[in-house]
């Protein structure tokens, strides 16, 4: 099982820089797939960025492509979200999700195959 936690989320200006971090507890943190997904008000929940347990594979939502970078860190168990060139549709509640382990190579971008969820950490991008 694993327990996750964001950080890093805060107050940034349209075009400026954030890194979100989570922290994973337990040992087989290696053995899980990661993502991150956002929430925005009045939206539904939807996929941001993912990378496999190895963290060789990444996946990105087409919106923050060439933007965003995921990557993860396996001796601190931790997965961060590197976020650049910030618009103002990227403000969102962000989560951070592990997949149990599993036989798929490539990290999905389905909410509904994660297992663990954090409690996310607010971005907001103003003008």
């Known amino acids: 099982q694993v327990h996750v936690v964001e950080s890093g989320g805060g107050l940034v200006q349209a075009g400026g820089s954030l890194r979100l971090s989570c922290s994973a507890t337990?040992?087989?943190?290696?053995?899980?797939?990661m993502a991150w997904f956002r929430q925005a008000p009045g939206k539904e929940r939807e996929f941001v960025a993912a990378v496999s347990l190895n963290g060789e594979t990444t996946n990105y939502a087409d919106s923050v492509k060439g933007r965003f970078t995921i990557s993860r860190h396996g001796a601190l168990n931790t997965q961060y979200l590197q976020m650049n060139g910030l618009k103002l549709e990227d403000t969102a509640v962000y989560f951070c999700?592990?997949?149990?382990?599993?036989?798929?190579?490539?990290?999905?971008?389905?909410?509904?195959?994660?297992?663990?969820w954090g409690q996310g950490t607010q971005v907001t991008v103003s003008s």
């Open positions: 337990g040992r087989t943190f290696s053995r899980y797939h």
């Open positions: 999700a592990a997949r149990s382990p599993t036989t798929a190579l490539v990290p999905t971008t389905t909410a509904a195959a994660y297992d663990y």
